[in-house]
């Protein structure tokens, strides 16, 4: 039998690939591991028999947690305690970015404190931010957007991921009090991810998503790269004075322009230099290939 399906799971070697007509128990042949690839939930593999001949090209690929061809990051911040950071949460738009990964900003906690403002900065920026509090009062909302695509959670502990998670799928049992406080990611993070379907279409990864304590993960985007990850830079990227203009300090520069009118807003724009900075200090020899 030769089937095409997606990996939905993978334990220990053991693989559970959905087809259209059922859920199927595989292992993977030995040629992957001679040539240093391992499938991962959220692949599309060709199967023959019980054993996966091939993995299908991946739009994208994360590190931690191990998974591909994701569409959503729901990045939920909250907007006390913990107050947002916009550092990380930059530095993990910028990754989605580059991964080709949509994100979704969900700030929870609004029923104890609003904060237009920060919102306002994202939703400028052309994100989706949504807003919300204890009850989930916009759940369908969420829903809707997840519904036919592979999702993934983002956010460190305290910020109300495992409420929003539990209100979300009531009857998928996530394990989201597995959550560790002191790491601020869950323990089973380190296991492989499983997908649940999505009440309508699509599917939602168990894993809480990765969070700023697994970015240590991830090398720094070339600095080259960097500007066409912030996607409110688009419209000025190719005006600037300088054909080399970094967009940090430069005479004319479109950017620094745009940010002084208040086009761009300074946070993201400090974001940018941090992250400018951080990828002048890793040489290109001591990069991995982060082009999966």
Known sequence: MTAEGLIIKAISGAFYVQTPDAILPCKARGIFRKRGIAPVAGDHVRIEDDSIVEILPRKNELVRPKAANIDLALMTVSTVQPVPNSYVLDKLITICEFKKIEPIIILTKTDLKKDDAFSSIYKNAGFTVIQTGEGIENREEILSIMRGKVSIFIGNTGVGKSTLLNRLFPDLDLRTAAISDKLG?????????????????????????????????????????????????????????????????????????????????????ESYIMLYEEAMQVPDWQREDNRK
């Open 185 to 269: 990611r869950g323990r089973h993070t380190t296991r492989q991810v499983e997908l649940y379907p999505v009440p309508g279409g699509g599917y939602v990864a168990d894993s809480p998503g990765f969070s700023s304590v697994e970015l240590e993960a991830y090398e720094p985007i070339r600095k080259e790269e960097l500007a066409d990850c912030f996607r409110e830079f688009k419209p000025y990227l190719g005006k600037c004075q300088f054909i080399d203009c970094s967009h940090r300090k430069e005479k004319g520069c479109a950017i620094l322009e745009a940010v002084k009118e208040g086009k761009i807003s300074m946070s993201r724009h």
